[in-house]
């Protein structure tokens, strides 16, 4: 069976961590599988904790801008297929990795609605999404992606929450928009990631009260200090020791979903 599994949440709360340690613990069953990571964040994370440096104009984001440029400046024919072109140009910023393939979104640059490129997008990542077993998305912090309905395919949504009042509304706010735009996912996890044991008890009971049967927690993953260093100083996540304390509580909860 396929899975289209996103991280959602407010910024901060460690999205782009949890989806890396996910990655990790799927490459680590050794199972071969072929595994898409969609970064979505016009900060392109999954590259900073991968220790890839992406550039601009590799990125999806920076080839709609050459393209945006071009048609502004009337340097394409009015015949000119723009569809087949940004489909060729998503083809083209695949990044393949030797155990997955990364697609980086990137920013947007200049002003305007272009609203048929996202549209267009939307497409190609459903096309792409079918050709892999398992597609990782990283969601942009906040809610935006939610209301342009681009996560209308997602199996699993991970909402990610650390111990905060302003995660927790974040939490609740993305359930009614999922609610409102009648979203349907297979499942809808709640991770708490660094919260204290003392405090696990609040993320527990937001839970239990939305009352919706399809919102499970997922579990907990300790702050580590292994992790904290490499999101501040730079390298490589996936190479974490497997006996590390946050990947062995993130292997035991991971474990739900697949």
């Keep these: 069976m396929k899975k289209i599994i996103a991280f959602a949440g407010k910024g901060g709360v460690g999205k782009t961590t949890s989806l890396v340690l996910f990655l990790k613990y799927i490459l680590d069953n050794k199972k071969p599988q072929d595994i898409l990571v969609i970064d979505s964040d016009p900060d392109a994370n999954v590259a900073d904790v991968i220790g890839r440096e992406i550039q601009f104009c590799d990125t999806i984001g920076g080839k709609m801008k050459v393209l945006k440029d071009k048609i502004q400046s009337m340097k394409l024919s009015p015949n000119t297929p723009k569809n087949q072109l940004i489909e060729s140009d998503v083809y083209n910023c ?48 906040g809610l935006e992606h939610f209301a342009r309905k681009t996560g209308r395919n997602v199996t699993d949504l991970v909402i990610v929450s650390d111990p905060s009042k302003m995660a927790i509304h974040t939490l609740k706010r993305i359930l009614e928009i999922t609610d409102e735009l009648q979203l349907k996912f297979e499942n809808i996890w709640v991770l708490g990631n660094r919260f204290p044991e003392d405090l696990q008890d609040v993320l527990e009971k937001e839970v239990i009260e939305t009352r919706k049967d399809r919102v499970k927690l997922l579990g907990f993953i300790s702050g580590n200090d292994e992790i904290a260093k490499i999101n501040l100083t730079g390298g490589n996540l996936l190479e974490i020791s497997s006996q590390n304390a946050s990947y062995l509580q993130a292997k035991k909860i991971f474990s739900k979903i697949i």
């Design 94 to 141: 695949l990044i393949e990795m030797d155990d997955f393939d990364l697609l980086e979104m990137g920013r947007q640059e200049g002003e305007g609605c272009y609203c048929f490129i996202n549209d267009v997008l939307k497409r190609v990542i459903d096309t792409l999404s079918i050709n892999y077993d398992i597609t990782l998305l990283d969601s942009p912090a």
